[in-house]
């Protein structure tokens, strides 16, 4: 772990950190100083529990990409928390897999990953951040729809994943835990999301599986929109037949979105069963 955290530390941006001295939220460079709001420094206070410490973290967690959309200068670049959000999508899927682990032992390996991407998936996610009122503390762009960006759920699931991130960096993996302990697992109903939530890509797998066919094939259409504000639309196929088709703001939406009109598809004629056409 001591390996783990020199290389996380070695990041350009908590260099940046260090070099400038910033404690009490500083963000930027080369003279570009702005402070974390003071109002939502003391909200991510009481969701943690703790002093953030090092706000310039916390900030960045909170910098939708739409700001980096307006930046012209390269001098001071902001970072938005797309870093972050890598970061904390692995925190979070470490601890949510170690609670399942603890909290389901005669569940099997596939048993164990789909019940995280039920409690974990972008919708989830997005309504954790809604409640926490994230969006409201959001830095958007000028250019940008904030009102959209602030209630879109990718952007409250990205949020959320970030502020992990972000309190992984400054409180540790024992102040990530308390975290998603306080604001995930003792708000979920697990045995409502496993019933209730499923994940399409897996039950997509699990039918080729079944039929001895390879394993689904995604391919990314078309991205259309800014950069900030991307749409993707993906199709899946097997065996080079198309089963269907998503369109979403993130890619791997796009995909559960394929996934499920395929398995649609599938439980009313099985394609790969159908004599050739000539």
């Not at 972050?84 to 032992?105: H, M, N, R, T």
């Not at 969006?135 to 959320?160: K, P, Y």
Request: hydrophobic content about 35%; overall charge negative; glycine content about 6%.
């Amino acid at each position: 772990m001591a390996h783990l955290w020199q290389k996380i530390t070695s990041l350009p941006f908590l260099r940046a950190e260090a070099a400038d001295g910033d404690t009490n939220g500083l963000f930027g460079s080369k003279g570009s100083v702005q402070l974390l709001d003071p109002r939502t420094a003391e909200h991510l206070e009481h969701l943690t529990g703790r002093t953030c410490s090092r706000r310039m973290i916390y900030r960045t967690a909170l910098t939708h990409r739409s700001v980096l959309h307006d930046h012209n200068s390269s001098d001071s670049k902001p970072d938005s928390n797309q870093r972050l959000e890598f970061l904390g999508d692995a925190v979070l899927d470490l601890l949510i897999s170690e609670y399942l682990f603890k909290q389901f032992p005669s569940s099997d390996e596939g048993h164990l990953s789909s019940n995280r991407s039920k409690i974990v998936n972008r919708k989830s996610l997005a309504g954790f951040a809604h409640e926490l009122q994230l969006g409201e503390h959001l830095i958007v762009g000028e250019s940008a729809d904030r009102q959209q960006i602030r209630t879109s759920e990718s952007a409250l699931a990205d949020a959320f994943e970030s502020l992990i991130g972000a309190i992984y960096l400054d409180q540790g993996l024992a102040g990530a835990e308390r975290f998603i302990m306080t604001h995930i697992i003792s708000k979920v109903d697990l045995k409502r999301i496993v019933e209730e939530e499923y994940n399409y890509k897996s039950r997509l797998i699990e039918f080729t599986q079944s039929r001895q066919l390879p394993p689904p094939l995604y391919i990314v259409i078309s991205e259309e929109g800014a950069e900030h504000e991307k749409t993707f639309t993906v199709e899946v196929s097997c065996r080079e037949i198309a089963l269907g088709r998503g369109i979403a703001p993130r890619k791997k939406d796009a995909e559960q979105i394929a996934a499920r009109e395929a398995m649609s598809r599938l439980e009313t004629i099985d394609p790969f069963t159908l004599p050739p056409t000539s």
